[in-house]
């Protein structure tokens, strides 16, 4: 039996129920199947609305979460748009791990609102770490042609500095290589520098030449095809250009400009080092445009068909 991949509404009041209507309308119904939304069924008729896909809702297979008081208006920063987002979540995640789904796609959350309602995570990834037990993960950005994963993510550049530790580096570089394994592909890993020149020998800091040449070290010693550090300047341009088929991010700016600027509307958001599968759009809920039915879908495509691939490679629980 093909288990279902879940598809999490995300926060109501984004662009998260019209990116999903869009997406199934232009499915058969035998592929739709193939999909179970964590969400609210009022939401996402409020979006079907706007849209006129004339998908039919009643057909779909959906796991119902109640939103106290009605449906959110779409835009609206609102507490329980952010209880509503970590219910269809924390009940994806249950699904998952009790091996009913296959892995989860997540929709986009708002994190002020999450963080309003009680729930005080980074976003998504701090969030899964804590639901499954996880002791870390890892965000990894993946497109065509430019794949990144993130040391360090949604703290502080002061914070993220003091993360680029020499066990966390190796981790990441671990986590990314499994990764691409599982997906049959051995990866050219780069590992990009902290400092400007990677610290031009100790002028402009010496992180580059105790922390993270270590890593590169330990994990070539692995077995590992791991190159660095590689100025951060130059190495998304190589990568780009085909030297390098993954690159190791020292935090989340280094790794989030580049891929956005080459990838915007195609990069899929993946968790590394979770117990379950879960990938996801890698832009936020657009409350500016939300309720206005000119969200774009291709992005939650790209995450849907990457989960299909994650599915076809999962190993039975």
């Known amino acids: ?154 703290v502080s550049l002061k914070g993220a500095i003091d993360r680029a530790r020499t066990e966390r580096i190796l981790a990441a570089i671990r986590a990314g290589h499994q990764q691409f394994l599982r997906l049959g592909m051995t990866p050219r890993i780069a590992v990009a520098g902290l400092n400007p020149h990677c610290g031009e020998g100790g002028l402009f800091g010496d992180e580059d030449d105790t922390q993270i040449a270590p890593a590169v070290a330990a994990a070539r010693a692995e077995g590992i095809d791991a190159h660095g550090p590689v100025p951060a300047d130059t190495v998304f341009h190589r990568a780009y250009e085909g030297g390098f088929d993954l690159i190791v991010a020292q935090y989340h700016d280094q790794g989030h400009i580049p891929i956005k600027l080459v990838a915007f509307d195609t990069a899929v958001n993946v968790s590394l080092g979770l117990p379950i599968d879960r990938c996801s759009v890698d832009h936020g809920t657009a409350f500016d445009i939300a309720g206005k039915g000119i969200a774009k879908n291709v992005n939650l495509d790209h995450a849907l068909g990457y989960a299909r691939r994650m599915a076809a490679t999962r190993r039975p629980t």
Do not use: W
Not at 13 to 27: C, Q, T
Not at 28 to 52: C, H, M, Q, T
Not at 57 to 86: S, Y
């Open 1 to 154: 039996m093909t288990l279902p991949i879940g598809i999490t509404m995300g926060d109501p009041a984004g662009v998260g129920p019209e990116i999903i209507v869009k997406s199934l309308a232009a499915m058969s119904p035998e592929a739709r199947r193939g999909y179970r939304i964590f969400g609210n069924a009022d939401s996402l008729a409020a979006a079907e609305k706007v849209l006129g896909t004339g998908l039919d809702l009643a057909a779909l297979d959906l796991h119902q979460t109640h939103i106290p008081g009605g449906v959110i208006p779409f835009g609206r920063l609102d507490e329980r748009g952010g209880e509503a987002c970590f219910r269809f979540i924390e009940a994806a995640v249950r699904q998952a791990e009790a091996g009913k789904i296959a892995g989860i796609v997540t929709a986009p959350i708002n994190k002020a609102a999450l963080n309003a309602a009680g729930h005080h995570y980074d976003g998504h990834t701090g969030m899964l770490a804590a639901l499954t037990g996880a002791k870390s993960s890892f965000m990894l950005l993946t497109s065509e042609r430019l794949n990144v994963i993130h040391v360090s993510t949604h």
